[in-house]
């Protein structure tokens, strides 16, 4: 069974950085797209970035510069370093698996999805 | 690529079939997808490629359309399928796109 928990959320004031982790578990993870996904409270669904099976790496404009995705094929982790956090970065993020190869076939449905951890920028 | 769900909310009874609609700025060419989600729960895959039914979703859920303009169909709907539901591009990204998605209540 696919498992994916994420860790590492918290409050941070403006300017401060968090490094959020998700262990990935019951799949080949180094084959897989992983993607970051952020929900603020009673809103939309916001994809953040993708990091495909090969390392390449992809970011919505709202975090490009600030925000980076790596993972570890050996330790099946993923991770989101975030940066120069800003209010509006508050939200639920979510580790969430793509299909393997995704981003070669052009498939980048989400197919799994981790429960999220909190992150709450404020002063 | 923007995407707009529509109706906002639709209160429908346990039993009946209904319909949820999403229209993209553009052409997504299929690369559509389905989520629903319960409160304080995480979205689950439903629909992929614009009608391809997500493994262990039942066949009660359906998707249909083209160009821009697909659509979300629930046959005899349960109590568990009352949720929100979102739908997602994959044709044009960075960035991958979501509306702002459909509740489903209760009547």
Partial sequence: EVHLGESGGGVIQPGGSLRLSCAASGFSFSDHDMHWVRQATGKSLEWVAVIGSTGNTFFADSVKGRFTVSRDNGDNTLYLQMNNLRPEDTALYFCVRGPAAGLNLGDLFLDSWGQGTLVTVSS | ?107
């Fill in chain 2, 1 to 107: 690529v923007s995407m707009t769900q529509s109706p906002v909310t639709l209160s429908v009874s346990p039993g009946e079939r209904v319909t949820l609609s999403c229209r993209a700025s553009e052409s997504v060419s299929y690369n559509l997808a389905w989520y629903q989600q319960h409160p304080g729960r995480a979205p689950r895959l439903l629909i992929y490629a614009a009608s391809t039914r997500a493994t262990g979703v039942p066949a009660r859920f359906s998707g249909s359309g083209s160009g821009s303009e697909y659509s979300l169909t629930i046959s005899n709907l349960q109590s568990e399928d009352f949720a929100v539901y979102y739908c997602q591009q994959y044709n044009r990204w960075p960035p991958i796109t979501f509306g702002q998605g459909t509740r489903l209540d209760i009547k």
